[in-house]
């Protein structure tokens, strides 16, 4: 809840640290016309600012995997072809935000998150990519975005999330950390 001023004024205090920045994360689509990313990201520009990546958040209404994954697809490449600058996808996942928010099945979030990261990793402006899970006690028990239950065991989507990133070899191993099963 921090405007793009107050952003930009704090900003100076983070490139002092030296170490590698990524933008702020706002959960408005940054690739429209005006958005808060749009105006940050020019004002850091104009203010001669450093910003090494960018930090964007992407949830899918469309259930069907492959519908997801093509506008999953779209959304970053129009980012990067707006900002041109690498990305860090720091929260995804299939949720239409409603009141309830609604989710899918087990299954479709899956089938989402196995064919999102066999996309992601052909991306070579994508650096990093977070799955965005909710936890599944968070409402009634059924299927939400939760990789792990409560009691520590994975989801089904948590199942094929692993599998997946452990399959796409070295780049995919420098995304998710060290390899486990």
């Given at each position: 809840n921090m405007t793009v001023e107050e952003a930009l004024s704090l900003?100076?205090?983070?490139?002092?640290?030296?170490?590698?920045?990524?933008?702020p994360a706002p959960a408005a689509n940054p690739s429209l016309p005006g958005s808060w990313l749009e105006r940050f990201m020019d004002g850091a520009r104009a203010r001669g600012y450093r910003v090494d990546f960018l930090a964007v958040h992407w949830y899918g209404d469309k259930f069907d995997a492959e519908e997801a994954v093509n506008g999953l697809k779209d959304f970053l490449e129009a980012v990067y072809h707006k900002f041109q600058l690498p990305i860090w996808l720091t929260e995804y996942s299939l949720i239409r935000w409603s009141d309830p928010p609604v989710y899918p099945s087990w299954e479709q979030q899956a089938e989402f998150a196995a064919k999102s990261v066999e996309m992601l990793e052909t991306l070579p402006f994508v650096e990093r990519y977070a799955w965005y899970s909710l936890p599944p006690w968070t409402k009634d028990g059924s299927d939400t975005t939760a990789l792990y239950q409560q009691n520590g065991e994975p989801t089904p989507v948590g199942i094929a999330y692993r599998r997946a990133g452990l399959k796409g070899g070295p780049l995919s191993v420098g995304r998710f950390g060290k390899e486990s099963e």
């Open positions: 900003w100076p205090q983070l490139m002092a640290t030296g170490i590698r920045l990524g933008s």
